[in-house]
């Protein structure tokens, strides 16, 4: 009998540039960039940061220092290497070149990992169609086949049939994502429109990848949504009732995490889920509170908001309601977790600190959301019908219902209500 043994994972070699005025750290990108790679199963055998005023526009790096790499690549027997940012076709090329090996970058690793864990029609239209677009200006002719089936980081898919590097071919195919995109996005429509008819108040859970947004989403509503310890392992956006404190019920949804440098092709192909969040009524920015660079990570996301326009028509307008939720509190350990913990709330006195993983904390932004949702509702005083009696349910589904007696005349009720239930009991109240 033949024993099936697994490939063993792609050995690569991380590049970085550390840039003047970059935000972000060089040595903790390349350390995100090595768990994205972990997470597309290849395994980081070796790293090189090189400090330039600004790209190399031929090679990335400069024809020397890719020579240097091209050793190291050889002595580490590396088979591909992996740069820390978005390349240029012609840099990508005269890098392979250079170098000896396959050559990726950040995006394709990107789309990598998204392509591995589509599982909605909706997702693998969305990865195919980010991946297409990746891809069809790095063509370097026709002819060439790209299987789907294997072959490394950079050549996966979640697409119906072998990738093609044929541009009429991708094209074609580029045209019947969007077409398959746009009815997808007419059905999101519909089903967002029947969530709007209840009335319900609506929190989405947002931040950078791997913040634990899924582990609070199944704390808070025993939603089952997959939890794992790598980027990106949700991509098809939940959304759950859950009832609150006071029996305020509202829906709670989980989105895909964000990241540095996210890929611009994915982005646009996502802008339709990503777009939900345009509806919510609550944004709830989740943040790992252990990471040492979680304010570079807070930047990245509330940047993405702004590039998807939530909130504001102007690029640096206010963002929506948003409620900052600091999470892993159980990280924090020791004298230096509490200083930790005493300056973040110094600097963010409306945050909520929880660890979804223990429970901790969870009853304070049970309230918070409740106290968000119940912000709007008017209270109301009014005698209904008998014949409305399905009118008084609702309230005691939507609202909260303080009391309610039953005379001669109909049934008097007194309770707090969402905007939209109480116009509804005002125009069917008696006079």
Same mark, same amino acid.
């Given at each position: 009998?033949?024993?099936?043994?697994?490939?063993?994972?792609?050995?690569?070699?991380?590049?970085?540039?550390?840039?003047?005025?970059?935000?972000?750290?060089?040595? $903790?990108?390349?350390?995100?960039?090595?768990?994205?790679?972990?997470?597309?199963?290849?395994?980081?055998?070796?790293?090189?940061?090189?400090?330039?005023? /600004?790209?190399?526009? *031929?090679?990335?790096?400069?024809?020397?220092?890719?020579?240097?790499?091209?050793?190291?690549?050889?002595?580490?027997?590396?088979?591909?290497?992996?740069? $820390?940012?978005?390349?240029?076709?012609?840099?990508?090329?005269?890098?392979?070149?250079?170098?000896?090996?396959?050559?990726?970058?950040?995006?394709?690793?990107?789309?990598?990992?998204?392509?591995? &864990?589509?599982? /909605?029609?909706?997702? +693998?239209?969305?990865?195919?169609?980010?991946?297409?677009?990746?891809?069809?200006?790095?063509?370097?002719?026709?002819?060439?086949?790209? /299987?789907?089936?294997?072959?490394?980081?950079?050549?996966?898919?979640?697409?119906?049939?072998?990738?093609?590097?044929?541009?009429?071919?991708?094209?074609?195919?580029?045209?019947?994502?969007?077409?398959?995109?746009?009815?997808?996005?007419?059905?999101?429509?519909?089903?967002?429109?029947?969530?709007? /008819?209840?009335?319900?108040?609506?929190?989405?859970?947002?931040?950078?990848?791997?913040?634990?947004?899924?582990?609070?989403?199944?704390?808070?509503?025993?939603? *089952?949504?997959?939890?794992?310890?790598?980027?990106?392992?949700? %991509?098809?956006?939940?959304?759950?009732?859950?009832?609150?404190?006071?029996?305020?019920?509202?829906?709670?949804?989980?989105?895909?995490?964000?990241?540095?440098?996210?890929?611009?092709?994915?982005?646009? =192909?996502?802008?339709?889920?990503?777009?939900?969040? *345009?509806?919510?009524?609550?944004?709830? &920015?989740?943040?790992?509170?252990?990471?040492? *660079?979680? &304010?570079? +990570?807070?930047? #990245?996301?509330?940047?993405?908001?702004?590039?998807?326009?939530?909130?504001?028509?102007?690029?640096?307008?206010?963002?929506?309601?948003? %409620?900052?939720?600091?999470?892993?509190?159980?990280?924090?350990?020791?004298?230096?977790?509490?200083?930790?913990?005493?300056?973040?709330?110094?600097?963010?006195?409306?945050?909520?600190? #929880?660890?979804?993983? %223990?429970?901790?904390?969870?009853?304070?932004?049970?309230?918070?959301?409740?106290?968000?949702?119940?912000?709007?509702?008017?209270?109301? $005083?009014?005698?209904?019908?008998?014949?409305?009696?399905?009118?008084?349910?609702?309230?005691?589904? +939507?609202?909260?219902?303080?009391?309610?007696?039953?005379?001669? @005349?109909?049934?008097?009720?007194?309770?707090?209500?969402?905007?939209?239930?109480?116009?509804?009991? =005002?125009?069917?109240?008696? @006079?």
């Amino acid at each position: 009998m033949t024993v099936q043994t697994a490939a063993p994972p792609e050995r690569a070699y991380l590049v970085g540039l550390e840039l003047p005025r970059s935000r972000f750290d060089g040595e $903790d990108s390349l350390e995100e960039l090595a768990t994205l790679v972990a997470a597309a199963d290849a395994v980081a055998v070796g790293r090189m940061l090189q400090q330039r005023r /600004s790209p190399d526009p *031929n090679s990335w790096v400069g024809k020397g220092k890719a020579q240097e790499i091209a050793r190291e690549v050889a002595r580490l027997r590396a088979e591909l290497v992996v740069c $820390d940012d978005e390349l240029k076709p012609a840099q990508q090329r005269s890098l392979e070149e250079l170098s000896g090996v396959r050559v990726v970058d950040r995006s394709a690793v990107i789309l990598d990992i998204f392509a591995r &864990h589509a599982r /909605s029609r909706e997702g +693998r239209i969305q990865v195919e169609l980010a991946q297409l677009e990746y891809r069809l200006p790095r063509l370097t002719g026709k002819g060439k086949e790209l /299987s789907r089936l294997g072959g490394g980081i950079g050549t996966r898919g979640p697409g119906e049939s072998k990738l093609e590097s044929d541009r009429q071919i991708i094209r074609k195919r580029i045209q019947e994502l969007r077409e398959r995109l746009g009815e997808v996005a007419k059905q999101r429509e519909r089903a967002r429109g029947s969530r709007a /008819s209840e009335g319900l108040f609506l929190a989405s859970l947002v931040g950078y990848t791997n913040a634990g947004k899924s582990t609070l989403m199944n704390a808070l509503s025993n939603a *089952n949504v997959l939890v794992a310890d790598q980027p990106f392992a949700t %991509l098809d956006p939940t959304t759950r009732r859950v009832t609150l404190g006071g029996g305020t019920t509202v829906l709670l949804s989980d989105t895909v995490g964000f990241v540095n440098k996210l890929p611009p092709a994915l982005v646009a =192909a996502f802008r339709a889920t990503l777009e939900e969040l *345009n509806h919510a009524d609550l944004l709830v &920015h989740v943040v790992d509170v252990s990471h040492p *660079n979680a &304010h570079e +990570r807070m930047r #990245v996301v509330d940047e993405t908001l702004r590039s998807l326009g939530l909130g504001s028509p102007r690029a640096q307008g206010p963002l929506q309601p948003k %409620l900052l939720v600091f999470n892993q509190t159980d990280r924090l350990r020791g004298g230096d977790g509490a200083a930790l913990r005493e300056a973040l709330a110094a600097e963010f006195p409306a945050a909520i600190f #929880v660890s979804a993983l %223990l429970g901790e904390g969870l009853d304070a932004l049970r309230e918070r959301l409740a106290a968000a949702a119940t912000a709007r509702w008017k209270r109301i $005083d009014a005698t209904l019908p008998y014949a409305a009696g399905a009118l008084v349910q609702r309230i005691r589904q +939507r609202g909260a219902l303080r009391r309610a007696d039953y005379g001669e @005349r109909g049934i008097r009720i007194e309770a707090e209500v969402p905007p939209e239930l109480a116009a509804e009991i =005002a125009a069917a109240k008696l @006079r």
